[in-house]
Structures are given as structure tokens and as C-alpha cells.
């Protein structure tokens, strides 16, 4: 999503600012109603989006945002962006396990259903079963470009809400799994910085049976053509390291990405900043992750 640099150093230059605008903005959430335009409720939910390193100004996105989904019921933007919310909420910012779990549940069913009432994608499947496993598939092999991020953030909210499940109930997904990314590698395999790829590099980790050298060279792909992006690396630590048991390379990338200036790429602060903290509590658990 292309945001307003300006906002993002604004939010990272002077955070005693940051923190008391988040006090005071409060009040207002209470204050909107049935009868606030729709172009308020965007504006406002923007200016805490582009302060979602804080918790509480991530929430109080959700908030808004989920107010104009019930004005508007089929804005695709906005479902795309509360699901993408409901990703960062779990990843970088839940440590309670089932709540994750939730997190990435509703952040995955909001963008499924993005996805499959989407105008462009009913019009060319205006008979499908959605509740049909095989017609599901079939069609989401052929599913429109306009459907993209519905089907990206789908994806990557269903791999790290079946990160922690079943290792049955993650067989039972795959399919499912290969098939929206796929899609995703057809359409733009360098979306959200080589997104695609680092999905992979997560899935071939994670599922029994499966070569865990792909999801090195699934991870490499993705690393070698965004390396501003610290994402890429944590998650290359964080699943293909500790899957390895390559407990020397995890504590190396990590401490990488943390002594990494974000200065460099401040059109990336906002993701970097909360991927280096992850990276911090990953390695103040690195020795149960290894046990």
C-alpha cells in the first residue's frame, strides 16, 4: 500500500508526540456515529494506520476501518486492509497463542471472503460453489488480477494460523495453500517484497515430508531481491533456521537485523521498526526455540 512518507518520519522522529496524539485521539472513536461520512472514517483510520507501530493506534485503525466495512459491505480495499491488520496484530504484537490463532482466523476468513465477493471474481464464477473443495481450487487458479491482495493476505494469514495447529489439519490445508500463492507467483511474484516467496519458504518449513532445502532457496529468492526489507530475513531466522536447528546462523541474522539502520529505507521504517523488534524477542526465546 503506497503511504505518505512524510507521515511515516513524522511518526518515528518524535515519539513522546506520537504517544500523546494517540491519548488524545482517543476520545474521538467515541464520539463517531452512523452519521460520519465514509471519507472521515478513511482519513482518520489512514492517520492510525500510519502509526501502526503502536499497538493502540493499530487498534484504533481496526476500529474505523471495520466501521466503514459495515457502511460498505463490499469495500475491498478496506477488508484488505483489516486483514492485514489482523496480521500484524498476530505476528508482531499477541503473545497469547490462542489469540494469535483468532487473529489469524478472522484475518484470513475477512480476506477469503474479499476475495470471493469481489464484483470482478463473481462475474467471471457467477455459479460457484464456495463451499465445493475441487471448484475452489479450479477457480482460484484463474482468479483475477483486481483479487491480488485479498488472495496475499489470505494466504499469509492461513499459513501462520495453521503455523501452530495440527500437523494433520496442516496436510489438510496444503492444497489450499499452494494453490492461492500460486496464483499470487502468476500474477506478481514480487508483491509485498517478494512476498510470494517468503510464503514458501514458511510452508516448506512447516509441513511434514517436505524438501527444507526449497524453503532455503524460497527464503534466498526472496532475500536477494529485497534485501532492504528486514521481513525476509527474520522469517528466514525464524523458520528455516530453527527448523534446521542452525541455532549459530538464527542468533547471526537476528542480531544482523537488529544493528541494521532503518534510516537507510525510511519508506520502510514502520515495517522494520516492528520486524527488529521480533527479532528481539526471538532471541530473548532463542533457547526454548532450540530445545
Not at 126 to 153: C, E, M, R
Not at 175 to 193: K, N, S, T, W
Not at 235 to 241: G, L, T
Request: glycine share 4%; net charge neutral; hydrophobic share 40%.
Amino acid at each position: 500500500m503506497n503511504l505518505n512518507l512524510n507521515l511515516k518520519l513524522l511518526c518515528f522522529s518524535i515519539s513522546v508526540i506520537v504517544f500523546s496524539f494517540f491519548n488524545c485521539a482517543g476520545k474521538s472513536i467515541e464520539k463517531i456515529n452512523d452519521n460520519t461520512d465514509i471519507n472521515d472514517l478513511t482519513n482518520k483510520s489512514i492517520e492510525y494506520w500510519n502509526q501502526r507501530t503502536n499497538p493502540d493506534a493499530l487498534k484504533k485503525a481496526e476500529i474505523l476501518i471495520s466501521q466503514i466495512i459495515e457502511k460498505q459491505p463490499g469495500n475491498f480495499e478496506s477488508s484488505i486492509l483489516l486483514g492485514k491488520i489482523k496480521y500484524i496484530q498476530g505476528y508482531f504484537f499477541e503473545n497469547n497463542l490462542e489469540e494469535r490463532k483468532i487473529l489469524f482466523s478472522e484475518g484470513s476468513e475477512i480476506c477469503k471472503n474479499a476475495v470471493l465477493t469481489h464484483p470482478d471474481f463473481y462475474n467471471m464464477f457467477p455459479n460457484f460453489d464456495k463451499n465445493n473443495t475441487d471448484q475452489l481450487l479450479d477457480v482460484l487458479n484463474k482468479a483475477p488480477k483486481s483479487t491480488l491482495p485479498g488472495l496475499y493476505w489470505w494466504g499469509q494469514n492461513l499459513i501462520l494460523y495453521l503455523n501452530d495447529k495440527p500437523v494433520i489439519e496442516r496436510l489438510n490445508n496444503r492444497e489450499l495453500m499452494e494453490q492461492i500463492m500460486h496464483r499470487v507467483v502468476a500474477l506478481d511474484p514480487g508483491y509485498d517484497f517478494s512476498g510470494p516467496f517468503r510464503f514458501f519458504g514458511i510452508l516448506y518449513s512447516r509441513i511434514p515430508g517436505l524438501d527444507l532445502s526449497k524453503s532455503n532457496t524460497y527464503f534466498g529468492k526472496a532475500i536477494k531481491a529485497n534485501p532492504q526489507f528486514l521481513g525476509n530475513k527474520l522469517m528466514f531466522a525464524e523458520f528455516y533456521h530453527q527448523k534446521a536447528g542452525n541455532k549459530e546462523k538464527f542468533n547471526y541474522i537476528l542480531n544482523e537485523i537488529l544493528n541494521r539502520n532503518l534510516t537507510k529505507h525510511p519508506e520502510l521504517m514502520a515495517e522494520n521498526f516492528l520486524i527488529q523488534k521480533k527479532a528481539q524477542t526471538l532471541l530473548d526465546n532463542e533457547s526454548s526455540l532450540f530445545e
